[in-house]
């Protein structure tokens, strides 16, 4: 098994140690609460790399087909952690975390378990997230479906805080092809599966104001999954339906320059809390309630 230096993950915004509190009552009395832990360990590595600031550009990756592409290359390797702000204005947060004795399956299962009950959710990072229900909730369930069609095409509507900004969001996923992922170099990268998508401001879902990559690939002692978060206005986002207006609503939302950039550093850090954190228990929760989701 990798071995890593975790280190404890200590500070919280002050709405996000309230909203612990508060999920922390919800979840008492559910069969699954063993799970729901206050401690939560990140790599050491990745804490650094955060700590050296905005990554340089050069090492950036836009959302465009071409660098999505770059992720599917057979000499890829991610960096662990690193945010940016992108000409645009555009966050940019890229991520790559193991997860140790985890199986692609297990991984699946989760994104099916999780959005029947709030309380589910909030095992996966207890000072930040609130709810995350799923718009087609019979067919998340249906299991004469793959993971795929029960997955892609549906919308998860997401409460959860980012930083101190608590926010609301559609997050629409969709097959990898219809994002720009080349399927030929999908296959040919040996990716196990893919949980990426288009995300929107709940109160405007017709709007995409971010791509969400997340490729999760089994190695022989567990999992790794490779993210990219793109949140803003880029000119390689034309390629969906309404990206062209998600400028002017990020600005009329309070999100310029500066804030996207806070928003890009939070998100790094929240991503690198929640997935460490879901890593850190997702085998032995799939072990007790887990059954088959593809």
Request: net charge negative; hydrophobic share 40%.
């Amino acid at each position: 098994m990798e071995a890593r230096n975790m280190t404890p993950f200590t500070y919280f915004s002050l709405p996000m140690q309230k909203l612990f509190l508060r999920n922390q009552a919800a979840v008492r009395n559910k069969p699954y609460a063993k799970y729901f832990r206050s401690e939560m360990r990140v790599p050491l590595s990745a804490v650094r790399k955060i700590q050296q600031g905005p990554m340089a550009l050069e090492d950036t990756l836009t959302p465009s087909i071409e660098d999505i592409n770059r992720l599917l290359e057979p000499d890829f390797v991610s960096e662990e952690s690193g945010y940016a702000l992108l000409p645009g204005p555009m966050a940019y947060v890229q991520s790559r975390k193991f997860f140790p004795g985890c199986t692609a399956q297990m991984f699946k299962w989760w994104f099916i378990w999780h959005p029947a009950e709030s309380e589910r959710y909030t095992l996966w990072f207890p000072y930040a997230h609130v709810s995350n229900p799923c718009v087609h909730h019979q067919r998340l369930c249906d299991e004469s479906l793959s993971f795929e069609e029960r997955l892609y095409g549906n919308t998860f509507c997401a409460s959860e805080y980012v930083g101190d900004r608590l926010m609301h969001l559609h997050i629409d996923f969709q097959q990898p092809a219809s994002l720009g992922l080349n399927t030929d170099l999908y296959r040919e990268a040996k990716i196990d599966g893919s949980v990426s998508a288009l995300m929107s401001l709940a109160d405007h879902p017709e709007v995409p104001v971010s791509l969400m990559v997340h490729l999760f690939k089994e190695v022989p002692d567990g999992m790794y999954l490779t993210s990219r978060y793109w949140v803003g206005a880029h000119p390689s986002m034309a390629r969906f339906p309404g990206a062209e207006k998600a400028a002017s609503l990020l600005k009329e939302n309070g999100f310029g320059e500066a804030e996207l950039e806070t928003l890009a550093y939070e998100f790094a850090v929240h991503d690198m809390c929640e997935f460490n954190h879901l890593a850190s228990f997702l085998p032995d929760l799939y072990r007790e309630f887990g059954t088959p989701a593809a």
